[in-house]
């Protein structure tokens, strides 16, 4: 595997795809990468317009976008189909995808295909796309469950404690009194009177 080939993959740019709007025209862009070698891909889903990009072409290209080393200019890639920062121009029997802003943008021309290719790219995008839509709805769901889960969570009472029986904190529970010895119960005021002894002689 090359080195080119390596940064495509890990930089994820072995598969992706933008929808592209030039004027009343709307271009789907995309890239594959199949037996080591990298395709960039546009159609208007009537025809379809590719180029192979293998390490040398990537050479050349990265050098007139004054870009220094592969690993940027595959991500230079990446991020100008995941930000949008792409355009494309029809011109005859090709069109020009231009990736990034500024001084440097990656210029790629891109030629008409055979009928062969333009049915296997077409049906390569249309599954892919299929497949992205199917993986999108999947995790919605689950993305619900996990919410609705939370919710009934959140409005479930919470369970009391049945054998709690003693004090509280933060509580001064009023400590009941003792009876004094002699304290009258109906009366607490008044004492018992204590009852008569007689003389005692010593």
């Known amino acids: ?3 080119f080939v390596s940064h495509i993959q890990d930089s994820g740019c072995a598969k992706i795809h933008r ?3 030039n004027g009343d025209e709307r271009y789907l862009c995309f890239t594959r990468l199949a037996n080591s070698a990298w395709f960039v891909i546009a159609s208007d889903g009537v025809s379809v317009w590719k180029t192979e990009v293998d390490e040398d072409e990537a050479d050349t290209i990265r050098e007139l976008a004054g870009i220094s080393t592969t690993e940027a200019f595959v991500n230079k890639i990446r991020n100008g189909f995941q930000n949008g920062d792409i355009s494309v121009a029809a011109m005859g029997n090709k069109v020009t995808l231009t990736i990034g802003k500024g001084c440097s943008p990656i210029n790629l021309d891109l030629f008409e295909a055979k009928a062969a290719d333009k049915r296997t790219e ?3 995008v249309l599954f892919r796309l299929a ?9 919605l769901d689950k993305s619900k469950q996990l919410v609705e889960t939370l919710k009934a969570q959140q ?6 404690a ?11 529970p009023a400590k009941t009194k003792q009876k004094q010895a002699g304290m009258s ?5 008044s004492k018992k009177r204590k009852a008569a002894q007689g003389v005692v002689f010593d």
């Open 1 to 3: 595997m090359s080195e």
């Open 19 to 21: 929808v592209v709007t």
């Open 122 to 124: 077409l049906q390569t």
């Open 131 to 139: 497949e992205s839509a199917t993986l999108l709805s999947a995790d």
């Open 155 to 160: 409005g479930a009472p919470k369970p009391t």
């Open 162 to 172: 049945f054998m709690d029986l003693g004090p509280k904190k933060g509580l001064n």
């Open 185 to 189: 119960v109906i009366n607490p005021t």
